[in-house]
Antibody
């Protein structure tokens, strides 16, 4: 059974660094053509793709946030970590991690439940 | 970046209606287009992948079509559990991008 679960702080102060962890089970982060993405959703707004890391360790980032984002993985811990530096209240959102299916068009076939992060002093 | 534009942004429909949502890409994404359904407070769920293929367990009243820049999600015979927000997403290139969403509510 494939599952993903996000964890991290509930509240972060402006200018601090946000670190989120996605812990996966039911698949390997080294499986061919598999990857994990981070997506966020501000309250009442649309989904925004942030970053991904593939089984090859290839990484990609949102154009608007690439200077503030870092994604990494620890295969032995079955974790994918996202850091977002210099946070602002506009970064308040529910942060999801999701798995790329190894199938056609690589859709996100499994999602975590999401973690709400509030940026506030 | 490839921009994804959905229309309409919202619609009202009745149980049993046929509903069509369109998604247009600013550049061709070939068939690398996926559709998701999201209900309030929940993670999105995959409905359609590669423009036309139904994800496992998704009812057959959902269908997708299109290629290149223009895509359609159709719900034939809207059910009460289908009232939700729908998003398209391209996985043709990075950065991956989502449409702004289409909210389907009860008329």
């Amino acid at each position: 059974q494939v599952t993903l679960k996000e964890s991290g702080p509930v509240v972060v102060k402006p200018t601090e660094t946000l670190t989120l962890t996605c812990t996966v089970s039911g698949f390997s982060l080294n499986s061919p053509r598999v990857g994990v993405s981070w997506i966020r959703q501000p309250p009442g707004k649309a989904l925004e793709w942030l970053a991904h890391i593939l089984s090859t360790d290839e990484k990609s980032y949102s154009t608007s946030l690439r200077n503030r984002l870092t994604i990494s993985k620890d295969t032995s811990k079955r974790q994918v970590v996202l850091t977002l530096t210099d946070v602002d209240p506009v970064d308040t959102a529910t942060y999801f991690c999701a798995r790329y299916s190894p199938g056609l068009a690589s859709p996100f076939d499994y999602w975590g439940q999401g973690a709400l992060v509030t940026v506030s002093s | 970046d490839i921009q994804m534009t959905q229309s309409p942004s919202s619609l009202s429909a009745s149980v049993g209606d046929r509903v069509t949502i369109t998604c247009r890409a600013s550049l061709s994404v070939s068939g690398f287009l996926n559709w998701y359904q999201q209900k309030p407070g929940k993670a999105p769920k995959l409905l359609i992948y590669a423009a036309q293929y139904l994800h496992s367990g998704v009812p057959s009243r959902f269908s997708g079509s299109g290629s290149g820049t223009d895509f359609t999600l159709t719900i034939t015979g809207l059910q009460p559990e289908d009232f939700a927000t729908y998003y398209c997403q391209q996985t043709f290139s990075t950065p991956r991008t989502f449409g702004q969403g289409t909210k389907v509510d009860i008329k």
